[in-house]
């Protein structure tokens, strides 16, 4: 069969270039280092990893710097590509794969001029094949043959030493028409159940292929016989992207599943999603192992025939070998009243682990099929990982990340005493209720948007017919494989579970990201240089450390729900306002996830990395829609995460995913939820974001020539996208950057500038003019509290640095009257722009405007204007508790640590205000 080795050629992923080979050195001129870092300490295990390092505006040219990485002056088995650029087209970030063998204790990252000296050419043991109707990808410790077309993803997993321990992974799909909503009534609905499997659409391969490779496949749900839905059939459905990474040298290969619902709530249910392998068994049954993960390094161990515990002892050795995983000696050599008698000796078909709570998880096995099951003792929270194969034929441990964290979610191993096993991954599991995506309340009689206004006024839900729809929401998981030659020790597989529940991650050093300002300039490093300054550092940490034990405490997890944090708090309950209308999940109001990132940046803290990473994983998926109508909007905050009415850009705003995007060097998942913000200006013209509270003489016209959008709210989303598809040099860069300058263009030609509020965007090439009640642009005012707070003045500080000199003068000069006239006085107001802008809040959020404003113009009254908005208007008083409280006894339905002067939005504009204040303005602390 005619096939194509690959070598250092063409492009590679969505937003890089493959530009580098390696270079061991980096003591000659024009060179530049970079410290890389650990998040946690070195980690035991490491099967490769990827991560980003930004650089300095104009320093490193793509076509004459060569990126390498090194450790303890010796070169590392890497492969470098360029993730983003400057306006000047100098290097901005680059993503640096490392290969499995290469775990050092830290690492340097070079940069070098091309002609400094010979680079040499770096040999890689990962061998791609790219057929017609396969992919086969070598890693030097396991083969993986992925199939590009059909039902199966992956058709084989071969050791190095030619065993087969995994064949026909596919991605397995059960739903049902209906649930019985009450058991105890007569009439039940007759309900049909499907089963689906994979289907492919299509299948890519990197092309570098040195340290890494990465394997998408594409495709959607089709019905298969089974279930009983003989009579009526299902559409496709449910699409999916499976990213499959191996690394050069690796025996494991990391699984990226995103899956988008594209159902219809009241007649898809689905009951389970999983992810399947088959295993060859061929060992005795007395020497096939399984292992079932589960608490604090827990393993389940035990052979498919156990030949400990009976009445006859065939012998020590024979004993301690099947435990330990290893083959018995002989049978021969066994005593005979047991090697005499395997016959009575059941054997254990099919095991189950289900996980139905954060808190606790059921264990059985059974023989087969037609036979009750045996429960196993459970226990409260399992690791996610199972192993099946035999003691000298290896086989294959699967692991779930944030197993438990994801609940429903189980493992099923399955034909273990038959010459094929099945071990499968349950991101849903079919053992819990099924999926009810149904809105959670029928609309209470609410007919207008006088009524939903009215709603409004007392549960805070924005609510609308038709709006509280899950169409086109996402939840992307992390699964692992492993292939082994032989059954591996239990505390391996302890480790691995450690390994798949915390990947280890590099990072640059912070320093030199603060210094490179390709994330702005309007953070930096604690410096702790004096008692106001400590407060405040004292302050944020509290928070960030107060929201991660409320997940713990308050049970913030679930299969849509892990990685959000709720809204408002109700004192009177002791209980955050789970089931209040807007009061409920958060959904990105007023950014926490930009206070969470920085606060990173700034700290380093691990913990705060991986909470944070969750956050994004989350927000980025369930609260936006990534097909239909809306798809590139997000959903207002609500007690479903698509259940209010209010769908707009602000909460799928690209801003709150790029730390993260970056420092993985392209995470290709969050890449794709980037790009599809590109669109999003396209749902304006479906939906009016602010239909229920546009004055009556104002008109929304859904004309793509004259849209009327908010300069700030809705042009952050979309410049935060721009830039990145600018920075990327992604497809339709030249577009971006385009429509960047084009809208700046615009905002800056206002009279008004950002004051404005809303104005007339053109979407097709970019152009803003007044609205149409202002024709000859005299000059609107229409200052909301909220246009700056859902990314508004970080975006802004990215341009700033990223067009550097170019940055245009009249639309920084915008920006800086918005910056100081959104808190100057009222008289202040009406001086210059002829009206005042009326009751505003969220003053302490915008002190951080102040303070930029003061910053650049150097007003040092106006640094002081700031830090007066900053502790003494609204938002968390320096005189609040900042501690919380032990609730329990029967206050409590278990004993929680309450904060109830803590909501949410003042954590995001607090710690933003305090983390850009101190940078911007620091040194003017009171
Ligand atoms: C590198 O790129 C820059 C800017 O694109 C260009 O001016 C320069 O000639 C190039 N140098 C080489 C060696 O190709
Ligand atoms: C790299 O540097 C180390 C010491 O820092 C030196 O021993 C080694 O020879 C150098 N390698 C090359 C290829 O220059
Ligand atoms: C590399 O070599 C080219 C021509 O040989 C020269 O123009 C360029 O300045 C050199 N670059 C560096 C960084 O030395
Ligand atoms: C499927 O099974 C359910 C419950 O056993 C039954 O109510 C329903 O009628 C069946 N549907 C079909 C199409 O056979
Ligand atoms: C692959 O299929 C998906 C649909 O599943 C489609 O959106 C995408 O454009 C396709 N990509 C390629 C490279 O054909
Ligand atoms: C498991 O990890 C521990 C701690 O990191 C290490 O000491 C031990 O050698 C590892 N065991 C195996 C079998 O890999
Ligand atoms: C629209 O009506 C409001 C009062 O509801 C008024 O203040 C405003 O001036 C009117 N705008 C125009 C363009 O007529």
Known sequence: MPSQVFSLVAAFGLCGQVMSQLYPNSTTPNSGTVKIQWLDEKPAYSPGTTFGVPWPRGKYQANDTIFSVVSNGDHVATESWITGYWSDSSVKWTAHAIAASALENDYTVNAVSKNSTAVPSETSSLEVTDSLDTIKVDTGKITATFSKTGNILVQELKTSSGQVVGQNGKLILRSQSSVFDDEDKQGQPAVQYFNFESKIDNVTVSKNNIARTLVSVHGDHRQ???????????????????????????????????????????????????????????????????????????????????????????????????????????????????????????????????????????????????????????STRA?????????????????????????????????????????????????????????????????????????????????????????????????????????????????????????PVLIADRDHIAQSEALGTYWQRPENSSASAQTIEDHLNFLTQ??????????????????????????????????????????????????????????????????????????????????????????????????DSSKQIRISQPQYRKVFYYLTGGDERVGDLLTEILDAEKAFLV????????????????????LLIDVGLDWSGQAAAWLIEYECRGPRWQEAKSKLLETMKGIANLKNGFVTGEALYNLYNGTIVPPSQDPDNKGVVGVSHLTAVFGLVEVIAELTTHFGDDFPADFEKAWLDYCYYFGASQEEQLARYGKAFGKLNLHQGHSRLTAYAAKHSGNVTLAARAWNEFYNTDGFSPDAPWKSERIDGSKVLSPVDEAAWVSTNDVGQYGLAAIENLALIGGYLP
Do not use: C
């Open 224 to 378: 298969i016989n089974g279930g009983n839905s003989t009579t009526s059939t299902h559409k496709d459905w449910l699409p999916f992207v499976v990213r499959f990474y191996l690394y050069a040298n690796s025996e494991s290969i990391k699984i990226v599943h995103s899956l988008i619902y594209d159902g219809v709530p009241e007649t898809d249910f689905v009951r389970g999603i999983g992810l399947r392998f088959d295993v060859p068994l061929a060992d005795e049954f007395y020497d096939r192992h399984i292992r079932i993960a589960g608490v604090d390094g827990g393993i389940l161990n035990e052979a498919v025939q156990g030949i400990t515990g009976l009445r006859r002892d065939p012998g020590q050795a024979v004993r301690t070998a099947q435990y330990e995983g290893k083959k018995t000696p002989a049978l021969d050599t066994w005593d005979t009243r047991v090697s005499s008698r395997l016959q009575w000796i059941p054997t254990w078909n099919d095991y189950s682990l289900t996980q139905l709570s954060s808190d606790g998880f059921t264990l059985k096995k059974r023989t087969k099929a037609g036979q009750s099951w045996v429960n196993i003792p459970g």
């Open 383 to 503: 690791g996610g990982l199972a192993y099946l194969g035999g003691a000298t034929k290896g086989g294959l441990a699967f692991g779930l990340r944030n197993f438990w964290k994801q609940y429903p979610s189980q493992i099923d191993i399955s034909n273990a005493a038959t010459d094929v096993g099945a071990i499968t991954l349950w991101l849903y599991s079919p053992a819990a209720q099924p999926l009810d995506t149904r809105p959670f309340h029928d609309g209470l009689g609410e007919e207008d948007y006088a009524d939903q206004l009215d709603a409004l006024e007392i549960t805070y839900e924005d609510w609308e017919g038709g709006y509280d729809s899950p169409y086109g929401v996402a939840k992307t998981s992390e699964l692992f494989l492993f292939g082994f030659d032989s059954t591996p020790e239990s505390e391996t597989l302890a480790n691995l579970t450690q390994y798949i529940n915390s990947p």
């Open 546 to 643: 107060f929201y991660q034990g409320q997940v713990s405490q308050r049970k913030w997890y679930g299969f849509w729900d892990h990685g959000d944090v709720m809204h408002t708090y109700d004192v009177d309950r002791h209980e955050w306002r789970y089931d209040v209308g807007g009061y409920a999940w958060d959904n990105s109001e007023l950014s926490p996830n930009l206070f969470f990132w920085n606060q990173f940046l700034r700290t380093g803290q691990a913990d705060l990395y991986r909470f944070a990473e969750a956050h994004t994983r989350h927000t980025g998926e369930t609260d936006v829609y990534h097909l239909g109508p809306w798809k590139g909007l997000g959903t207002r905050h609500g007690v479903n995460h698509w259940s």
């Open 687 to 706: 939906v009016d974001p602010r239909r229920k509270v546009r004055a009556a003489n104002i008109t929304y016209v859904a004309d793509p020539e004259a």
